[in-house]
């Protein structure tokens, strides 16, 4: 190793943020996550907010999902049924 790897700058700690909020959109072959999140023990103010754009595909997001709920030890959600209009609620 070289004597410029062996020192640790301060851009390599790791910085541990506390997410507040998130979107999603799809995007056909990719999915954009923005993430809201601040530095834990800040104030929370609007402008101590950051905001982060996560490009993805929709393999990769199904791995995130599936992690996460392994992780949690949560269940995955029942999928949505579709409304049934006034003839499929009759027949």
């Known amino acids: ?9 301060e851009d390599d700690d790791p910085r541990f943020q506390v997410l507040v909020g998130w979107s999603s959109q799809d ?9 809201e999140t601040f530095e834990g023990g800040k104030p929370h103010r609007p402008e101590d907010l950051t905001h982060t754009h996560l490009f993805m595909t929709h393999e990769q997001a199904t791995l995130l999902a599936n992690y996460l709920f392994l992780l949690t030890g949560q269940s995955r ?13 009759t027949v």
């Open 1 to 9: 190793m070289s004597e410029a790897n062996d020192e640790r700058r």
């Open 27 to 35: 995007f056909g072959g990719r999915i954009v996550l923005r993430t």
């Open 77 to 89: 959600p029942e999928p949505r049924r579709k409304k049934r209009g006034l003839f499929g609620r």
